[in-house]
């Protein structure tokens, strides 16, 4: 995950051509609260080292940007806030019909992990108890029969501890779609824990950042976590 505030050209020019030899699936786009507008200017410096697809990671409508390849269409299924359920919705839809974005409806769940985050902070809403899995369970199966295409579990920008794998593997028993999860995975141990779990698909924004070495080992983990279902 790139967050456009935080990076900078020529550091995102060398991580970005790192991945063509420790690949990355995507590429995530974004942050809760951006205040440097330079989503097009990161896109292009990805396009320009490779093809691998960009997907934007939106707080609000003013993060939409074409140059993109799909969007995850965040409902905020943790919270009961309405503008995050669907307010901010109405207001994108037809920017979101116009721009050929491909649109990924996702359930996105706040999981807390003991600070206060941006998100929670920005959308006014409480994040779903780290040690009630069953809760995210049933938010998630909420979720995917409301018609959702993928789950994101979310500890958080920094997190001190990613959602744990009791929670993933509550929701991984529950529901057929994707499940996508973030926050405070800064160690290949982790990313391991949450794909054994059950994640199909794990976001990592700070730990990166922070050590760019970070990327060979988790490009290896998650080469050999998927070698590894093939095989069995
Ligand atoms: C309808 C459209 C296009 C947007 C609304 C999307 C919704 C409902 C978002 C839910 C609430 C929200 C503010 C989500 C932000 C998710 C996000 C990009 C998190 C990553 O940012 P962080 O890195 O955690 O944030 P900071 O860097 O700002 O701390
Ligand atoms: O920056 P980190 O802690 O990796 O979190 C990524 C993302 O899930 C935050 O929304
Ligand atoms: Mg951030």
Same mark, same amino acid.
């Given at each position: ?15 970005? @051509?790192?991945?063509? =030899? ?48 799909? $969007?995850?269409?965040? !409902? ?25 974005? =491909? ?23 409480? *994040? ?15 979720? =995917? ?20 794998? =009791? ?5 991984? !028993?529950?529901?057929?779609?994707? $499940?996508?999860?973030?926050?405070? $995975? ?10 054994? @779990? ?17 990327? *060979?080992?988790? !490009? ?13």
């Amino acid at each position: 995950m790139l967050d456009p505030d935080k990076v900078e050209q020529d550091a995102l020019s060398a991580l970005v @051509a790192r991945t063509t =030899e420790h690949p990355v699936n995507f590429f995530l786009v974004g942050g809760s609260l951006v205040t440097d507008y330079v989503h097009q200017e990161v896109i292009a410096t990805i396009r320009r080292h490779c093809d691998t697809p960009v997907i934007l990671f939106p707080g609000n409508p003013l993060h939409i940007d074409a140059s993109a390849d799909a $969007i995850l269409l965040l !409902s905020l299924i943790s919270g009961r806030n309405p503008d995050f359920l669907i307010g901010q919705h109405v207001i994108a839809a037809p920017l979101l019909k116009k721009s050929g974005l =491909e649109i990924l409806p996702t359930g996105y769940m706040l999981v807390d992990s003991g600070t206060q985050t941006t998100v929670s902070y920005v959308s006014g809403t409480m *994040p779903l108890p780290h040690d009630k899995p069953n809760v995210a369970a049933c938010t998630a199966m909420a979720g =995917e029969m409301l018609g959702l295409k993928l789950m994101y579990l979310d500890a958080g920008s920094g997190a001190r501890r990613p959602v744990s794998p =009791e929670m993933i593997a509550a929701v991984r !028993s529950v529901v057929d779609v994707p $499940i996508v999860v973030g926050g405070g $995975i800064n160690s290949g141990e982790k990313a391991y824990e949450a794909l054994k @779990a059950g994640a199909d698909m794990i976001v990592v924004g700070n730990g990166i950042e922070q050590d760019p070495d970070l990327l *060979p080992q988790l !490009s290896t983990v998650m080469r050999e976590f998927n070698q590894s279902v093939v095989q069995a």
